[in-house]
């Protein structure tokens, strides 16, 4: 398998043996790998990108477990049905309206203010369209919340997790979004 890297101690842990387990045989099994070193930040708005397919969420919670993460997703709210709703609960998410998510982005700083470690994890499009726009509510909640934004890019064809380095938005989102961007070219997701 892989070396994963190291989790620095200020980020949020599940602290579930049986999962980790479970995680880092999913990534031995399927080949995945993590490049990229994981900051030591205790609250953090990852942005993961491209999101094409719901094999990006799979991918991402073996990728949590692996990594012994504590870590929250805001997610659309027909997921947190009677069924499903226990366990997308159980693994960190948070439901939301997309047709009305004003309230979103006030609800995530306040979560990010009252806990004291947090590793938010965000698809900038907010959906699993290829080429779907990037939506602001990421860069707004970091902004308001006073958090480093951590790039992350799922790359399919290489069956790998890219952690860039940690990304301080400036304020302003027109001049900052393309820079973000930036990072995740050439990066192809299940779909492309």
């Given at each position: 398998?892989?070396?994963?890297?190291e989790?620095?101690?200020?980020?949020?842990?599940?602290?579930?043996?049986?999962?980790?387990?479970?995680g880092?045989?999913?990534?031995?099994?399927?080949?995945?790998?993590?490049?990229?070193?994981?900051?030591?930040?205790?609250?953090?708005?990852?942005?993961?990108?491209?999101?094409?397919?719901?094999?990006?969420?799979?991918?991402?919670?073996?990728?949590?477990?692996?990594?012994?993460?504590?870590?929250?997703?805001?997610?659309?709210?027909t997921?947190?049905?009677?069924?499903?709703?226990?366990?997308?609960?159980?693994?960190?998410?948070?439901?939301?309206?997309?047709?009305?998510?004003?309230?979103?982005?006030?609800?995530?700083?306040?979560?990010?203010?009252?806990?004291?470690?947090?590793?938010?994890?965000?698809?900038p499009?907010?959906?699993?369209?290829?080429?779907?726009?990037w939506?602001?509510?990421?860069?707004?909640?970091?902004?308001?919340?006073?958090?480093?934004?951590l790039?992350?890019?799922?790359?399919?064809?290489?069956?790998?997790?890219?952690?860039?380095?940690?990304?301080?938005?400036?304020?302003?989102?027109?001049?900052?979004?393309?820079?973000?961007?930036?990072?995740?070219?050439?990066?192809?997701?299940?779909?492309?």
């Amino acid at each position: 398998m892989a070396r994963l890297p190291e989790v620095p101690p200020q980020l949020p842990r599940r602290g579930n043996a049986l999962t980790t387990a479970f995680g880092r045989a999913l990534f031995a099994l399927t080949g995945w790998r993590i490049e990229g070193a994981i900051p030591d930040a205790p609250k953090l708005v990852a942005i993961v990108a491209p999101h094409t397919s719901n094999w990006d969420f799979i991918v991402g919670i073996a990728a949590v477990f692996a990594l012994d993460l504590r870590v929250r997703f805001l997610g659309k709210h027909t997921l947190f049905n009677p069924w499903l709703g226990g366990l997308m609960r159980w693994l960190g998410g948070t439901p939301v309206v997309r047709d009305a998510p004003q309230g979103a982005v006030p609800e995530a700083v306040a979560m990010m203010e009252r806990e004291p470690r947090v590793l938010l994890g965000l698809a900038p499009t907010g959906t699993r369209a290829l080429g779907a726009p990037w939506r602001s509510g990421f860069y707004h909640i970091a902004v308001a919340a006073g958090v480093p934004i951590l790039p992350v890019a799922f790359d399919f064809p290489a069956k790998t997790i890219r952690l860039f380095p940690l990304f301080a938005p400036a304020g302003d989102y027109d001049a900052d979004l393309p820079r973000l961007q930036a990072l995740y070219a050439g990066v192809r997701g299940l779909k492309f």
